[in-house]
């Protein structure tokens, strides 16, 4: 099984501020058709999950563009260039090139 | 628009199984896998499998090999995460989602299940 590990588990940012959450895995991510599948997720406080990222930097429709995403291989960052209220909640990262898996999750809060 | 809507909440007692139901509308059923997740209480997210609507295959997290069926009705556009031999550790939240190419797009709002004697 391939294993996600994202840091730091909790991030206390104040408005305005950036923030990054790092995400790892332990296989590489580059699935057979030269794509890697690696997603972000966002979960709001009673909430379902909501995608962010998908395929490492792409960014859904609605999604605000201070949200961003870069990495590759086994190595995975979202940032988020000016942290805004509406932020706050948990942090996915997730993989679907191997049989899928997911972080631990990094909690976002207003410092 | 895309819309996942999941049965109501259950409540069962330990070694019972309960079935959860994922209706899907605003898109063609049979095009999208589905996906099941749950997250218990306070923690992360837990991958348990797949079912593709259109051909009836299904995939399995080994965690739940043997005690986990997914099925499908696709006259109704629905899919169904049948957990067995439930316990105390099975109290979570299980959501659907749809699955394009090796992600999840939409999600259901989630069913909460409670195992409780």
């Known amino acids: 099984d391939v294993v996600m590990t994202q840091s730091p588990l909790s991030l206390p940012v104040t408005l305005g501020q950036p923030a990054s959450i790092s995400c790892r895995s332990s296989q590489s991510l580059v699935y057979s058709d030269g794509n890697t599948y690696l997603n972000w997720f966002q979960q709001r406080p009673g909430q379902s999950p909501r995608r962010l990222i998908y395929?490492?930097?792409n960014r859904d429709s609605g999604v605000p563009d201070r949200f961003s995403g870069s990495g590759s291989g086994t190595d995975f960052t979202l940032k988020i260039s000016r942290v805004e209220a509406e932020d706050v909640g948990v942090y996915y990262c997730?993989?679907?090139?191997?049989?899928?898996?997911f972080g631990q999750g990094t909690r976002l809060e207003i410092k | 628009q895309v819309q996942l809507v999941q049965s109501g909440a259950e409540v069962k007692k330990p070694g019972a199984s309960v079935k959860v139901s994922c209706k899907a509308s605003g898109y063609t059923f049979t095009t999208y896998d589905i996906n099941w997740v749950r997250q218990a209480p306070g923690q992360g997210l837990e991958w348990m499998g797949w079912m593709t609507p259109n051909s009836g295959d299904t995939g399995y997290a080994q965690k739940f090999q043997g005690r986990v069926t997914m099925t499908r009705n696709t006259s109704i556009s629905t899919v169904y995460m049948e957990l067995s031999s439930l316990r105390s550790d099975d109290t979570a939240v299980y959501y659907c989602a749809r699955s394009p190419a090796y992600s999840y797009d939409f999600w259901g709002q989630g069913t909460l299940v409670t195992v409780s004697s």
């Open positions: 395929k490492v930097s």
């Open positions: 997730m993989q679907g090139t191997h049989w899928p898996s």
